[in-house]
């Protein structure tokens, strides 16, 4: 199993309908280990993150862009995971 916490977050689309997200997250797993990251994930309307085994569908690489864009300006997208 793994937990993830959310560092840094920028996102995509209006409130009060679905959202994509980018994270900068850090993964702590039972055994001890931590690994950082980014991730792709969707918030409900209602504002709650939709897990999705690890997929978030990203409607266009324009949008994916967008969101790493926001990142690097927000000075956090330039981070190397391990």
Excluded: H, T
């Amino acid at each position: 199993m793994v937990r993830v916490q959310v560092i840094n977050e920028v996102s995509k689309g209006q409130k009060g309908d679905w959202i994509l997200c980018l994270q900068w997250c850090r993964y702590l797993y039972d055994d001890g280990n931590m690994e950082q990251g980014y991730r792709f994930i969707w918030r409900r309307p209602n504002g709650a993150l939709q897990p999705a085994r690890g997929q978030a569908r990203i409607p266009s690489l324009d949008w994916a862009q967008q969101l790493i864009d926001k990142a690097k300006k927000a000075g956090w997208g330039n981070q190397i995971g391990d």
